[in-house]
């Protein structure tokens, strides 16, 4: 999130990379369970998979899912920074909100982004947005025509572990 173009024979290719801040009282395996997230995009060649594996790292998961973005006919979220987003995988359908903070007007790659999740939260933020009175589920406002399809992103997501 957000959005951006990119594809390299009709496949996005992108790396996320997540860093959690870990203090020395923690134990080396120990994930921290309260912390801060930072996640870096970048580009990376279609053969980073071949490459991985030379250098010992083995697939350690592999989740596919399918994100389907929703704004208005005039895109007053997008036009916003507001990401609204379904998330379907095997199991569940999950409504995502990713919005700029108040007041952040910066449009670097380091920009501060607040997720919310669940209907209450999500209803809450997009009632400053859009006209959402007497309304309380995300689903009807596109029952109602209020929200539309904008794009449907299929990920096949690998994660790798390398030995050390």
């Known amino acids: 999130w957000p959005l951006r173009p990119g594809t390299n024979g009709g496949t996005v290719n992108a790396v996320y990379v997540k860093f959690y801040v870990v203090t ?8 921290p369970t309260c912390c801060r997230e930072v996640e870096r995009k970048f580009k990376v060649p279609p053969d980073i998979q071949r490459r991985l594996l030379a250098l010992g790292a083995r697939l350690v998961s592999r989740k596919t899912f399918v994100d389907t973005y929703y704004d208005t006919e005039d895109y007053i979220l997008c036009l916003r920074d507001h990401w609204l987003r379904l998330r379907g995988d095997d ?3 999950t409504w995502e909100l990713k919005h700029r903070k108040q007041g952040d007007v910066s449009c670097g790659p380091a920009s501060a982004y607040r997720e919310e ?5 999500i209803m809450a ?4 947005v859009l006209q959402t009175e007497g309304v309380s589920r995300v689903d009807d406002l596109v029952a109602d025509g209020t929200l539309r399809e904008l794009a449907v992103i299929k990920t096949d997501r690998k994660t790798y572990r390398t030995p050390g």
């Open 24 to 31: 020395q009282s923690m134990a080396a395996a120990e994930l």
């Open 117 to 121: 999740r669940g209907d209450s939260q």
């Open 125 to 128: 933020t997009l009632g400053e």
């Open 91 to 93: 199991n569940r359908n």
